[in-house]
């Protein structure tokens, strides 16, 4: 048996404290009776709208509730009201259960309501009020989901403390930062998104990215054997064996996942396509061109959502090795000193790069775009094109191979490194310049977003009242039979 290190130990020691937590919790709702045909139709509506809003799986829920938010600050502010009504479509939506709400819950959650609606209220700037709603979803989940979090905060602060170990950060002088914490409201914003949108925070994010994959199978490990996580961790072999079985069952979802997350982006994309197709390329057809051009149509209709099945399709399933490096890392992680893990130099600063071969590498990337668009230009010239048909090929074909690449990393979540092909070199230079312009464009598409805007105003606020009604109806007759009884 292995001795575990103090962090293994006390992570051990959260998770416990996490599950007492959501124990305490059970049986001790506050009478939620939903109707289950209710319950049903809501589901499957939020199934439908969050294929609409291309998130990862475990954003949804925060989504969901500040969505919600938004809608309902609309009209009423009355605290009590919007909590209970928030509850009630949360409940129905799935995403929490009765036994999820207890009243130090309720306490907690209309505290920090309390707090934010008369500052929501009072801001005018529709972004910075969309950016205080956003804070305000992150709080209630965390107070309603707060067993969830407890784990996924151990887990995180776990591999924080492994990672600030590891990297040695060379600081650049002009890296930006907080300076002044006194600032409030959208001074405070604006400085917040500058700091977390620097180059330092991208170039963290891709090594945790890499190195992540170890403490993934620790949670997952966590989760199959949370009254025997001890002894797993401390037998080598039962370690073994556990990683082994956690693996091949990661690696036989990575389809799975590809496909739904195929099956949400195309929804997404070929609804955002109609929008461009009733609004800008008919009209501009008709009024300029003087009749329909149906094969660019036809075209931009169907090559999208055809290459993101092609490009997602390819993903890399991992091998045997993959799950050999996870589990060495998960043993050294687990067991050996902190210490003992092998230093990485991250820089801040610029590139180290003789400036002459800066020079050369930017212009090379440079004729990348050049050559990638104005190929693509082209082509579509010489299939009858015109000027606005182009443009919105070029916005959904880089749109879809974003999409397609974020597709990629999510099912390699547990993938350490994507072996390259012969041609890689080759592809990557006519595939990133689009990639960086899909990223832009995906980045403002999801900023302003036409459809889920009418269908958060024009069908979802209806439906939830039609929603609200029925159920209140169903607990009225339930009474009516109790009664009888």
């Known amino acids: 048996m292995e001795q575990l290190n103090i962090p293994t130990k006390a992570l051990i020691s959260a998770f416990k404290q996490a599950k007492e937590s959501d124990s305490k919790k059970k049986g001790n709702g506050n009478g939620y009776r939903i109707s289950r045909a209710v319950s049903a139709v809501a589901f499957w509506y939020e199934k439908l709208r969050t294929a609409m809003e291309y998130r990862e799986e475990y954003l949804l829920r925060r989504s969901a509730i500040q969505r919600i938010l938004a809608r309902k600050l609309i009209g009423s502010h009355a605290t009590q009201e919007l909590f209970e009504s928030l509850?009630?479509?949360?409940?129905?939506?799935?995403?929490?259960?009765?036994?999820n709400i207890d009243d130090a819950t309720r306490a907690k959650a209309l505290h920090v309501l309390s707090l934010y609606i008369p500052?929501?209220?009072?801001?005018?700037?529709?972004?910075?009020?969309?950016?205080?709603?956003?804070i305000l979803a992150s709080e209630l989940e965390r107070i309603l989901a707060e067993s969830f979090w407890l784990r996924q905060e151990a887990l995180a602060n776990y591999a924080y403390f492994f990672f600030s170990r590891q990297l040695e950060v060379v600081e650049d002088e002009n890296l930006p930062t907080v300076t002044n914490l006194e600032n409030t409201g959208e001074d405070l914003r604006s400085e917040i998104?500058?700091?977390l949108s620097n180059q330092v925070s991208e170039k963290l994010q891709r090594f945790v990215e890499k190195n992540l994959p170890p403490f993934l199978v620790l949670r997952d490990l966590f989760e199959e054997n949370q009254d025997e996580i001890e002894k797993v961790l401390s037998?080598?072999?039962?370690?073994?064996?556990?990683?082994?079985?956690?693996?091949?069952?990661?690696?036989?979802?990575?389809?799975?996942?590809?496909?739904?997350?195929?099956?949400?982006?195309?929804?997404?994309?070929?609804?955002?396509?109609?929008?461009?197709?009733?609004?800008?390329?008919?009209?501009?057809?008709?009024?300029?061109?003087?009749?329909?051009?149906?094969?660019?149509?036809?075209?931009?209709?169907?090559?999208?959502?055809?290459?993101?099945?092609?490009?997602?399709?390819?993903?890399?399933i991992p091998d045997k090795s993959?799950?050999?490096?996870?589990?060495?890392?998960?043993?050294?992680?687990?067991?050996?000193?902190?210490?003992?893990?092998?230093?990485?130099?991250?820089?801040?600063?610029?590139?180290?790069?003789?400036?002459?071969?800066t020079v050369v590498f930017s212009i090379l990337y440079g004729l990348a775009f050049l050559v990638s668009f104005g190929l693509i230009y082209y082509l579509?010239?010489?299939?009858?094109?015109?000027?606005?048909?182009?443009?919105?090929?070029?916005?959904?074909?880089?749109?879809?191979?974003?999409?397609?690449?974020?597709?990629r990393r999510v099912a390699h979540q547990y993938l350490f490194?994507?072996?390259?092909?012969?041609?890689?070199?080759?592809?990557?230079?006519?595939?990133?310049?689009?990639?960086?312009?899909?990223?832009?464009?995906?980045?403002?598409?999801?900023?302003?977003?036409?459809?889920?805007?009418?269908?958060?105003?024009?069908?979802?606020?209806?439906?939830?009242?039609?929603?609200?009604?029925?159920?209140?109806?169903?607990?009225?007759?339930?009474s009516k039979k109790e009664e009888i009884v």
Request: net charge positive; hydrophobic share 50%; with cysteine.
């Open 87 to 99: 509850l009630k479509e949360l409940i129905w939506a799935r995403y929490l259960t009765t036994e």
């Open 119 to 134: 500052v929501i209220t009072k801001t005018e700037d529709a972004t910075h009020k969309n950016w205080l709603i956003s």
């Open 193 to 195: 998104e500058r700091d």
């Open 235 to 316: 037998d080598s072999h039962g370690l073994e064996e556990s990683v082994n079985n956690i693996c091949e069952k990661k690696y036989m979802m990575i389809h799975q996942r590809v496909r739904t997350a195929i099956i949400r982006s195309i929804i997404y994309v070929f609804l955002t396509k109609m929008v461009f197709v009733l609004i800008l390329e008919i009209p501009v057809d008709r009024w300029f061109y003087g009749g329909i051009s149906y094969i660019p149509l036809f075209i931009n209709s169907i090559l999208p959502p055809s290459l993101m099945f092609v490009l997602s399709k390819s993903v890399q």
């Open 322 to 357: 993959n799950t050999e490096k996870i589990l060495t890392l998960l043993k050294k992680i687990a067991i050996d000193p902190p210490e003992s893990l092998p230093r990485i130099l991250v820089s801040t600063g610029h590139s180290s790069r003789r400036p002459l071969l």
């Open 380 to 407: 579509l010239s010489l299939l009858g094109f015109n000027i606005v048909s182009k443009a919105v090929f070029i916005f959904f074909i880089s749109v879809v191979t974003f999409f397609s690449y974020r597709i």
């Open 417 to 478: 490194e994507e072996r390259e092909g012969i041609f890689s070199p080759v592809t990557d230079f006519f595939m990133v310049p689009i990639l960086r312009v899909g990223r832009i464009l995906s980045n403002g598409l999801a900023r302003v977003n036409l459809i889920l805007f009418i269908i958060d105003i024009a069908i979802e606020m209806p439906f939830k009242v039609i929603f609200d009604l029925t159920d209140e109806w169903s607990s009225y007759i339930r």
